[in-house]
């Protein structure tokens, strides 16, 4: 005859699966937010039917790889000041500007030398295909 009555365990609560559960929770937070803000360029574009005139000559600018621009035939390294001052050349003239980018030049890079080329003060600005040799 048994004297003692059996010990009755306490059924714990794992934590396992709700660790499990706040992992996925911060990374669905993480990889659904946005450090930083989305910053957009304005392109002026002409109406439609009309072309812009410009009073001066077309500069051609050839984006390259390595940080390397091609204003007219000379090359410039990426934000020297010698490229500096002939984008102020170009706007002081009010030249027009055909940009162009070579196919192995990132997509980043060419947003950069735009949002520059307006920086420095340039109008007219058009984007051309890109070169591939």
Same mark, same amino acid.
């Given at each position: 005859?048994?004297?003692?009555?059996?010990?009755?365990?306490?059924?714990?609560?794992?934590? &396992?699966?709700?660790?499990?559960?706040?992992?996925?929770?911060?990374?669905?937070?993480? =990889?659904?937010?946005?450090?930083?803000? +989305?910053?957009?360029?304005?392109?002026?574009? +002409?109406?439609?039917?009309?072309?812009?005139?410009?009073?001066?000559?077309?500069?051609?600018?050839? =984006?390259?790889?390595?940080?390397?621009?091609?204003?007219?035939?000379?090359?410039?390294?990426?934000?020297?000041?010698?490229?500096?001052?002939?984008?102020? &050349?170009?706007? &002081?003239?009010?030249?027009?500007?055909? =940009? +162009?980018?070579?196919?192995?030049?990132?997509?980043?890079?060419?947003?950069?030398?735009?949002?520059?080329?307006?920086?420095?003060?340039?109008?007219?600005?058009?984007?051309?295909?890109?070169?591939?040799?």
């Amino acid at each position: 005859m048994l004297l003692e009555m059996p010990k009755k365990h306490k059924h714990s609560i794992s934590i &396992t699966p709700l660790i499990d559960v706040v992992f996925i929770l911060l990374l669905f937070f993480m =990889l659904s937010s946005t450090f930083n803000p +989305a910053k957009q360029i304005e392109l002026n574009t +002409a109406p439609q039917g009309k072309a812009i005139k410009s009073s001066g000559i077309t500069q051609k600018i050839l =984006l390259q790889a390595e940080d390397k621009v091609n204003i007219n035939g000379i090359t410039y390294l990426w934000g020297s000041s010698e490229m500096q001052s002939q984008l102020q &050349t170009f706007s &002081t003239n009010g030249d027009k500007v055909v =940009l +162009a980018a070579r196919s192995d030049v990132s997509v980043q890079s060419v947003i950069k030398l735009i949002d520059q080329v307006y920086a420095s003060g340039v109008k007219n600005l058009n984007i051309s295909e890109s070169v591939t040799r």
